[in-house]
């Protein structure tokens, strides 16, 4: 009878801890992009011009409160890139010590921050139109 030393193929899961982070990455990306747009939101408003004060000139409130809301879209959306490269290293670690054990806490993060920041800005644009 022999004697197999030989490490079993781990390709897939280090295939799919890839996938997993790109797939973050790419979602990361479009939230820098739209903390982007929020944070620039106020030219479009004074363009259109939707804000004005009481005296008929454009309201600079608006913009400080639309470059702060941008500015943490964009922070979350650093923070958990960084979070996600993170956990792709330690599932690297843990799937080449054949040991891995899934982490919830980055789906959990993400989707509170995600509702918060949805609900935020629909609260903005509520007190601006309304």
Known sequence: ????????DRS???FANQRTFLA??????VLIGLGFVIAKFSILLEVLGVVLDK???????????SISLGISVILFSVALLVYALKNYFDGYKQ????????KNSIVYVSGIGA??????IVVYLFLLYG
């Open 115 to 120: 509702i918060s920041f949805g609900v935020i």
């Open 24 to 29: 973050w990455l790419r979602t990361c990306i």
């Open 55 to 65: 005296s008929g000139k454009y309201s600079s409130s608006v913009d400080s409160i």
């Open 12 to 14: 897939q899961q280090h």
């Open 95 to 102: 799937i080449s010590a054949l040991s891995y054990t899934p």
């Open 1 to 8: 009878m022999e004697h197999n030393d030989k490490k079993p």
